[in-house]
């Protein structure tokens, strides 16, 4: 390869210009979604500067309050959230901000004003791991607005077919943003020095197969019947088991080395326990993107159609190979 070749094949790609040359492509764009991915952008970076200090803020620990889902919020899903808020807030193409730490959505703009997509997240994925300096995570999904619909959570309750867009930033070793907007998954690495999300990966394409499964065992014995048979089939073939607890961090750690990642029905989550909207729809879509599959219970998991905006569902996601290894049990 010349050295002008190389050069144009080691080019330096911020999110920003791949964004842009993304927008480029479709001639009616009028670049609102690029605006959009890059105030999520600025929450990442916000955020992972925050995480990185949470110790040394002295903000871990509990807020002393509970979210919808009746689970104790922390100091950091609070911020999180917030910070998010902050960015997403004033895009003038965002009609609806739904968030797992708001019972309701908040509507910013009807599509009269200009409300053209709908932004639905969970600021930090993962965060009671955050006192052991465990990798968490910002998971969103961007989709259309319904100009016909004048109630917040209907306009989000819609299948993960017509997400839009969908990603999630990593705040771990390295603080990763891996981002689909239906062509493509595409990962970036921020750089701290100089403030930007280069481009690392295009067009990444997860490996077909992985002998790793990664799901909490401890809830094995109320697992349904198949999910056993599964987990034994494992056992008896030499998987290894890998599991983080934080569903960006697994799911991540799948999408680079293959293999498939469960949350199913438990005794506790009869329906499961991840999010449909802003945890199973985003990471379904990045993982079909990859060429990988994402099933919820016999269905596709983009293809269930929504009922409330907080509905939890079951979830087996990962490498072609692996995800129909497991459904071949269930
Ligand atoms: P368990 C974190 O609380 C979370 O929502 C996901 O990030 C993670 O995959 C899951 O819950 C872990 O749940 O029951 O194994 O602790």
């Known amino acids: ?48 500067n925050k995480v990185r200090r949470a110790r040394l803020d002295d903000v871990l620990g509990a807020h002393g309050t509970e979210n919808v889902q009746g689970e104790e919020q922390l100091r950091m899903d ?28 908040t509507i910013l703009r009807r599509s009269g004003e200009g409300g053209k997509y709908c932004v639905l997240f969970d600021p930090l994925d993962g965060s009671s791991n955050l006192d052991s300096a465990v990798g968490v995570g910002t998971i969103f999904s961007v989709t259309r607005n ?34 689909t907007t239906g062509n493509g998954v595409d990962m970036f690495v921020l750089d701290q020095a100089i403030g930007s999300f280069l481009r690392v990966r295009t067009s990444y394409r997860m490996p077909d197969a992985g002998a790793i499964y990664s799901v909490n065992e401890a ?31 697994d799911v991540h750690r799948t999408l680079i080395r293959g293999g498939v990642f469960l949350y199913p029905p438990t005794g506790k989550n009869p329906t499961g326990k991840l999010r449909l909207l802003y945890e199973a729809n985003p990471m379904a879509m990045l993982i079909e993107q990859a060429g990988g599959l994402a099933y919820s219970g016999a269905g596709r998991t983009l293809e269930i159609h929504p009922e409330r905006l907080h509905q939890r569902i079951p979830v087996v996601l990962g490498s072609k190979a692996e995800v129909e290894r497991v459904r071949s049990f269930l």
Not at 5 to 11: I, K, M
Request: charged share 20%.
């Open 1 to 48: 390869m010349s050295d002008a070749e190389d050069l144009v094949h080691d080019n330096l790609v911020s999110l920003q210009s791949h964004v842009l040359s993304e927008e480029a492509r479709h001639p009616n764009a009028q670049g609102d979604l690029s605006w959009i991915i890059s105030a999520i952008s600025l929450a990442g970076k916000t955020i992972a």
């Open 219 to 249: 809830n094995a014995s109320s697992f349904p019947e198949g999910y056993q048979r599964y987990l034994e089939n494992a056992h008896a073939s030499g998987y290894s088991s890998r599991y983080i607890g934080s569903m960006v961090a």
């Open 146 to 179: 319904d100009p016909d619909e004048p109630d917040g959570e209907r306009t989000v309750c819609r299948p993960g077919t017509e997400q839009v867009a969908a990603g999630y930033i990593l705040y771990g070793s390295s603080t990763i943003m891996c981002l």
């Open 78 to 105: 609070v911020i999180a959230n917030e910070i998010i808020m902050r960015c997403l807030g004033d895009r003038a193409s965002i009609a609806v901000l739904a968030s797992e730490e708001d019972e309701e959505p």
